[in-house]
């Protein structure tokens, strides 16, 4: 055994034991400071993605903001419309066919931290926008380009930035409207005449626009819709872009934009388990019905809801958007012919009732002239003198049954002749009667 009083007897014992109380504290005091080291990198980290002041206040005033399921499309009632076809062959013509399949659930807490933090540093080299976009979502930082912004969103990336001058607008205005003025203000949406460009603007308005209701006609929509009927090719992206921009600079309004939002987070696998959310919506028929795009006949048949009150049954011929008369001519011209048609309908139905009334007419006068004819049989008139007395003529049984002309007038002389000679004959008739009955008696 290890004889501790011999070491103190030699002198050692004193110096060891100070050494290891000298480790002991040395190494304690490591370890404080490497764990120390530590929780400081932990907490740097985690001050890097927490919120500065202003952006919490930010945050806390976008969450007391309304917040509305974003509404998309609905690809079952364009079908059951017969638009179906023509609305996709415009998206997918210009490569933005992905936004149709975009069908996200809102969450209005990462819908209100993207807003509050979101930042787009964007320059524009010639037709094309470069920049960097940041934000946070469920609490990372994220920085993206434009390009893996569009990649994100299933939209074409490294695409022009294209414009249309006012003068052009106005002249593809007049060409789907029929109207000369083009207000950005006062610019009804329901003057279209079109119902695939209708839906057309509903689905942008909705979603890349963030508008709760797209009565009226905004500039930038009008332009969409300009380059998808011409079929040009164009960044979509970055409308997005400029509009999150606006959305994140306002203090007040509803925000519908948070399913495009919840998209872009899952593109980047952030997590919002355990979060609220908010249902999406669609552009179905019910909403078709409500905005009064389409309205439904007694027959349950869906027409195209037309300006000034009209409509039209939603005809194959006129869906083709690719044949320019269809934006507005051959539906307007369509409408008069279906005017022109009920209104031949409604003569026929007159025509058909006079007819019916003179044939009542007609049937009248022959029983009233029967009924005259019973009379003067009942009177006791013998059947041998009565081929003595004259008929009346034709006039004068139509004089029966309808108000006699004017006094005056040839035919009604004519009347009061025959019915004078008629009645001389019958008192002649009546006279030789009683003579015949007085000498029988006698």
């Given at each position: 055994?290890?004889?501790?009083?011999?070491?103190?007897?030699?002198?050692?014992?004193?110096?060891?034991?100070?050494?290891?109380?000298?480790?002991?504290?040395?190494?304690?005091?490591?370890?404080?400071?490497?764990?120390?080291?530590?929780?400081?990198?932990?907490?740097?980290?985690?001050?890097?993605?927490?919120?500065?002041?202003?952006?919490?206040?930010?945050?806390?005033?976008?969450?007391?903001?309304?917040?509305?399921g974003?509404?998309?499309?609905d690809?079952?009632?364009?079908?059951?419309?017969?638009?179906?076809?023509?609305?996709?062959?415009?998206?997918?013509?210009?490569?933005?066919?992905?936004?149709?399949?975009?069908?996200?659930?809102?969450?209005?807490?990462?819908?209100?931290?993207?807003?509050?933090?979101?930042?787009?540093?964007?320059?524009?080299?010639?037709?094309?926008f470069e920049?960097?976009?940041?934000?946070?979502?469920?609490?990372?930082?994220?920085?993206?380009?434009?390009?893996?912004?569009?990649g994100?969103?299933?939209?074409?990336?490294?695409?022009?930035y294209?414009?249309?001058s006012?003068?052009?607008?106005?002249?593809?205005?007049?060409?789907i409207?029929?109207l000369?003025?083009?207000?950005?203000?006062?610019?009804?949406?329901?003057?279209?005449?079109?119902?695939?460009?209708?839906?057309?603007?509903?689905?942008?308005?909705?979603?890349?626009?963030?508008?709760?209701?797209?009565?009226?006609?905004?500039k930038?929509?009008?332009?969409?819709?300009?380059?998808?009927?011409?079929?040009r090719?164009?960044?979509?992206?970055?409308?997005?872009?400029?509009?999150?921009?606006?959305?994140?600079?306002?203090?007040?309004?509803?925000?519908?934009?948070?399913?495009?939002?919840?998209?872009?987070?899952?593109?980047?696998?952030?997590?919002?388990?355990?979060?609220?959310?908010?249902?999406?919506?669609?552009?179905?028929?019910?909403?078709?019905?409500?905005?009064?795009?389409?309205?439904?006949?007694?027959?349950g048949?869906?027409?195209?809801?037309?300006?000034?009150?009209?409509?039209?049954?939603?005809?194959?011929?006129?869906?083709?958007?690719?044949?320019?008369?269809?934006?507005?001519?051959?539906?307007?011209?369509?409408?008069?012919?279906?005017?022109?048609?009920?209104?031949?309908?409604?003569?026929?139905?007159?025509?058909?009732?006079?007819?019916?009334?003179?044939?009542?007419?007609?049937?009248?006068?022959?029983?009233?002239?029967?009924?005259?004819?019973?009379?003067?049989?009942?009177?006791?008139?013998p059947?041998?003198?009565?081929?003595?007395?004259?008929?009346?003529?034709?006039?004068?049984?139509?004089?029966?049954?309808?108000?006699?002309?004017?006094?005056?007038?040839?035919?009604h002389?004519?009347?009061?002749?025959?019915?004078?000679?008629?009645?001389?004959?019958?008192?002649?008739?009546?006279?030789?009667?009683?003579?015949?009955?007085?000498?029988?008696?006698?």
């Amino acid at each position: 055994m290890f004889d501790f009083d011999y070491l103190t007897n030699l002198g050692v014992a004193t110096p060891l034991y100070l050494c290891w109380t000298s480790l002991v504290f040395i190494s304690g005091t490591m370890k404080r400071l490497f764990s120390k080291r530590r929780k400081t990198t932990e907490n740097s980290s985690s001050r890097a993605n927490e919120l500065t002041r202003d952006e919490k206040s930010r945050l806390n005033k976008f969450l007391a903001r309304k917040h509305i399921g974003t509404r998309f499309y609905d690809s079952r009632a364009v079908d059951h419309l017969g638009l179906k076809e023509e609305v996709e062959r415009l998206f997918n013509n210009t490569g933005i066919g992905g936004l149709l399949r975009i069908h996200e659930y809102t969450i209005p807490q990462l819908t209100s931290e993207f807003l509050a933090t979101f930042k787009a540093s964007l320059r524009k080299e010639g037709l094309k926008f470069e920049g960097e976009l940041t934000f946070s979502l469920g609490g990372q930082r994220c920085s993206m380009t434009l390009t893996e912004w569009n990649g994100a969103l299933g939209l074409p990336v490294d695409q022009e930035y294209l414009s249309a001058s006012d003068a052009i607008l106005k002249e593809f205005w007049r060409e789907i409207s029929g109207l000369d003025t083009l207000r950005w203000k006062d610019c009804p949406a329901s003057s279209i005449y079109h119902p695939v460009f209708k839906i057309i603007q509903k689905i942008l308005g909705n979603t890349i626009f963030g508008r709760v209701e797209c009565s009226k006609m905004r500039k930038d929509e009008f332009r969409c819709l300009y380059c998808m009927v011409q079929g040009r090719v164009f960044d979509l992206g970055v409308e997005l872009v400029l509009k999150l921009q606006d959305i994140a600079g306002s203090s007040s309004g509803n925000i519908v934009i948070g399913g495009m939002i919840t998209h872009i987070a899952k593109a980047l696998d952030v997590s919002f388990r355990g979060l609220d959310t908010l249902e999406p919506k669609r552009i179905d028929i019910v909403h078709l019905r409500t905005i009064k795009l389409i309205t439904e006949d007694h027959n349950g048949f869906y027409h195209n809801k037309l300006p000034f009150g009209k409509s039209a049954p939603i005809n194959a011929r006129l869906i083709d958007t690719s044949h320019k008369p269809n934006w507005y001519r051959n539906w307007l011209s369509d409408n008069e012919e279906d005017e022109d048609e009920d209104d031949e309908e409604d003569d026929e139905e007159e025509e058909s009732e006079d007819d019916e009334d003179d044939e009542e007419d007609e049937e009248v006068e022959s029983e009233t002239s029967f009924d005259r004819r019973g009379i003067d049989m009942d009177i006791g008139t013998p059947l041998a003198l009565s081929s003595s007395i004259p008929r009346p003529s034709s006039s004068a049984r139509r004089s029966f049954a309808r108000p006699p002309p004017s006094r005056g007038t040839s035919a009604h002389r004519s009347v009061d002749v025959d019915v004078n000679s008629l009645a001389d004959q019958m008192a002649q008739i009546f006279d030789m009667n009683s003579h015949m009955y007085h000498h029988t008696s006698c």
